[in-house]
C-alpha cells in the first residue's frame, strides 16, 4: 500500500503529492514534479509504517 504525501516543490513551490511506499526504509530517487515537470530528488525513510524523514531537493544542490 502506498502513502500520499503532500510537499512543496523545490522549483515552483506548488503544493504537489508523491505516492511512498511505506515498506522502504530508506530511498531516494528522482521524480518530476506534476506541475513544473523539473526533476526533485526525494530522499524518503519510514519506520514501522511512519514517514520519519522526507527531503525534497533540487537534483543540483544549489539552494
Ligand atoms: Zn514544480
Known amino acids: 500500500m502506498m502513502i500520499e504525501h503532500f510537499f512543496q516543490c ?3 513551490w506548488e503544493e504537489i503529492s508523491m505516492l511512498l511506499d511505506p515498506s522502504l526504509e530508506k530511498t531516494a530517487y528522482v521524480e518530476d ?3 513544473c515537470c523539473n526533476p526533485i530528488h526525494l ?3 519510514f519506520e514501522d509504517q511512519n514517514l520519519t524523514h522526507f527531503e525534497a531537493l533540487d537534483p543540483e ?3
Open 33 to 35: 514534479c506534476e506541475i
Open 43 to 45: 530522499v524518503y525513510g
Open 61 to 63: 544542490g544549489d539552494f
Open 10 to 12: 523545490p522549483y515552483c
